[in-house]
């Protein structure tokens, strides 16, 4: 059973850093093939994407508004991927999902992702 599982969501004051990580489990033959990304909500607005990861290639795909200013990365000897987050903006306040997929990066809307993790909260005070 796939499990994704986020942790080290937090508040922070405008203009800082904040990492999220996802630990994944629970597919048989590793995860070849497969697509590892953060998507985040905020309150009344839809989910969103914000980047993703090829997890053999490392291939990542941003959304405009965080491109340069977030970073994703996975550490495949711990099943591990993060969304590093720098220069925090208000905006960014969501609750932040993690989530998987077998296919490529170019898929950036929710319905296209099979796994979920629970999210975690991420808060800039301004």
């Known amino acids: 059973q796939v499990q994704l599982v986020e942790s080290g969501g937090g508040t922070v004051n405008l203009g800082g850093s904040l990492k999220v990580s996802c630990a994944a489990s629970g597919v048989p033959f590793g995860w070849t093939g497969y697509t590892m990304a953060w998507f985040r909500q905020a309150p009344g607005k839809e989910r969103e994407f914000v980047a993703n990861?090829?997890?053999?290639?490392?291939?990542?795909n941003y959304a405009d508004s965080v491109k340069w200013r977030f970073t994703i990365s996975r550490a495949s000897a711990k099943n591990t991927f993060t969304l590093q987050m720098t220069n925090l903006e208000p905006e960014d306040t969501a609750i932040y999902y993690c989530?998987?997929?077998?296919?490529?990066?170019?898929?950036?809307?929710?319905?296209?992702?099979?796994?979920w993790g629970q999210g975690t909260q991420v808060t800039v005070s301004s």
């Open positions: 989530s998987a997929r077998l296919g490529g990066t170019l898929a950036t809307t929710p319905s296209q992702y099979n796994y």
């Open positions: 990861i090829d997890w053999n290639a490392g291939t990542t």
